[in-house]
């Protein structure tokens, strides 16, 4: 069996999505995801220019020598560009293996460890009384847990935190807007919004925030301490994880659960978190963290250590990685939690689901393969338009993290 031919879709349904799609021989073709946020054209580039000549003549059943031609085999080894590529090509050639062999891809994982899968909603707001108002609507959804993330006083646009009454979306059109930041106001702030929730809505809901890589290690080691009454699910990315010793600090002064790693994309920027079992959850996804091939072996070395998965799943993940994820999180034992922010209704003109939402849980479909199909003629309606994260700068106009 031989790969004939490969293509990038690059398109744009309310938000911009790189799709890859591996054609072969036996006319069974797989997709896989390949959006980088904000930086899309590169990693569309890397594949069409790089990958995809490599890839033609390859027997697409043969996923992990494939995986390691484009890993091993490359001298300029990790960074998200090329892990988001390898990741692309990973899933659409385990996309492809379901499909030959006709089954879901959770079967080729492991089989079914759970009915369904457990996941967060999100829940943010101008303010404390408007976050814990959008926090109800989510427990009324039937969410059995939700992420509060609130604007704090004195500090215009926060991280998470939806403008103009629309969904939250990360990248804004054009090149980056410039946000302030003060993490003083924010850490004062913080344990009030924690507490506002509790004394509303009790301890039956689980709660998780996302610090976004915004405080020094001897901050975080403050907030998870301070936060400890509130006994949240997670705290996430306290701190940057590029100094994963940092996360040592927050280890020795709380009791409060540490995910991290939505930016990550190898096992070699966990291996001091997880071998030191310096938190409790794992946040690369698929798309990033190499695909199948790597993040099965990641779960692993997680898993001995007892720590959890819990992917990101914001909108800048395609559908096909969504449902990735749900095959993933059937078939794995470490499985904790995932992320859901559901994408708008116009993404679904150009891809089709199979997984679904119901009171609190996803369940995916029995398709063969990851299940999710893109429509090329529907993608053509929606080009690519330009959008990028926001920076940060602290009010004193030094750049910060974002
Ligand atoms: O592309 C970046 C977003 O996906 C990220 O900012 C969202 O932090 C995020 C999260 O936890 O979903
Ligand atoms: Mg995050």
Not at 353 to 382: F, L, T
Not at 390 to 395: A, D, S
């Amino acid at each position: 069996m031989k790969i004939t031919d490969a293509k990038v879709i690059l398109c744009s349904p309310g938000r911009n999505f790189v799709t890859l799609k591996i054609l072969t021989d036996q006319g069974v073709y797989g997709l896989g995801d390949a959006t980088l946020n904000g930086r899309e054209k590169a990693v569309a580039t890397y594949l069409e220019e790089y990958c995809i000549p490599a890839l033609i003549g390859k027997d697409p059943q043969n996923t992990e020598d494939i995986w390691h031609y484009f890993y091993r085999g490359v001298y300029w080894k990790r960074g998200a560009v090329t892990m988001t590529a390898i990741s692309a090509i990973d899933m659409a050639l385990w996309d492809i293996k379901g499909k030959l062999l006709n089954t879901p891809l959770y079967n080729l994982l492991g089989g079914k460890s759970r009915d369904k899968i457990l996941v967060y909603a999100h829940a943010g707001g101008k303010d404390l009384d408007e976050t814990m108002e959008n926090a109800g609507m989510e427990i009324e959804k039937g969410f059995h847990a939700v992420r509060i993330q609130s604007g704090i006083p004195g500090i215009g646009h926060t991280y998470g935190v939806p403008t103009d009454s629309k969904p939250y979306e990360p990248a804004q059109k054009g090149l980056p807007r410039e946000d302030y930041w003060d993490t003083p106001k924010y850490l004062n702030f913080v344990p009030e919004l924690f507490e506002k929730f509790r004394s509303i809505y009790g301890d039956g809901i689980h709660l998780l925030h996302d610090v976004h890589h915004r405080c020094t290690p001897i901050e975080a080691a403050r907030l998870a301490r301070e936060l400890e009454p509130y006994h949240l699910f997670w705290l996430e990315d306290p701190v940057s994880g590029e100094l994963q010793e940092g996360l040592r600090h927050v280890r020795n002064h709380s009791t409060t659960p540490i995910a991290i790693g939505e930016v990550f994309n190898s096992v070699y920027d966990y291996s001091t978190l997880i071998t030191e079992q310096l938190i409790d959850y794992i946040r690369m996804p698929l798309v990033h963290g190499g695909g199948f091939t790597h993040m099965l072996k990641v779960a692993a070395f997680a898993s001995v250590y007892h720590i959890q998965t819990g992917f990101h799943g914001a909108t800048d993940l395609s559908p096909i990685t969504m449902a990735a994820a749900l095959h993933f999180n059937t078939a794995i034992n470490n499985f904790g939690i995932q992320e859901y922010m559901p994408h708008q209704e116009i993404v679904n003109d150009v891809f089709r689901i199979n997984y679904r939402y119901q009171k609190g849980y996803m369940h995916i479909g029995d398709e063969p393969g990851i299940g999710v199909d893109i429509d090329e003629q529907k993608a053509r309606k929606y080009p690519y338009s330009m959008a990028c994260l926001p920076v940060n700068r602290k009010t004193d106009g030094t750049m910060f993290y974002w």
